[in-house]
């Protein structure tokens, strides 16, 4: 195993650029890997780790009138980084930590408009209305 992930396309993020682009706005994708294109007039700022992705928001967001996070970022992420292989044999342990909520994070701005996306199971309404 390389690295830990919960795979996503960025089809969701492509299709709201696309959509703020042809109703005339200014689109900046803070964006991880995907397979799904980006709009060519969106500006995009490319990321591969959710640290990565809350510093170029923290850069962005405070001049954005709307910041919509449609990102898949894992909840959680490995404890340690090693700095080599580990080799086979021995048995693994794998301690995680809780990947910090970005948005929640990102400093408030009066009248900026924030959206984001969560995947829930289980009390649904009650974790989205404590999110909100």
Do not use: W
């Not at 954005?64 to 044999?89: E, S, W, Y």
């Not at 959206?115 to 404590?130: N, P, S």
């Amino acid at each position: 195993m390389r690295f830990l992930s919960n795979y996503s396309t960025g089809f969701m993020g492509a299709q709201l650029a696309a959509e703020a682009l042809k109703r005339g706005h200014r689109v900046t994708v803070v964006s991880g890997p995907g397979a799904e294109p980006l709009p060519a007039r969106a500006r995009v700022i490319p990321v591969e780790q959710a640290s990565e992705m809350e510093r170029a928001l923290r850069q962005q967001a405070p001049r954005a009138d709307a910041v919509i996070m449609a990102a898949a970022v894992a909840d959680f992420t490995p404890r340690h980084r090693q700095a080599r292989k580990l080799r086979r044999g021995a048995p693994l342990r794998l301690r995680l930590k809780p990947t910090p909520d970005i948005i929640a994070r990102l400093p408030k701005r009066r009248g900026q408009i924030r959206v984001g996306f969560a995947l829930e199971t289980g009390q649904v309404l009650a974790r989205a209305a404590r999110k909100l």
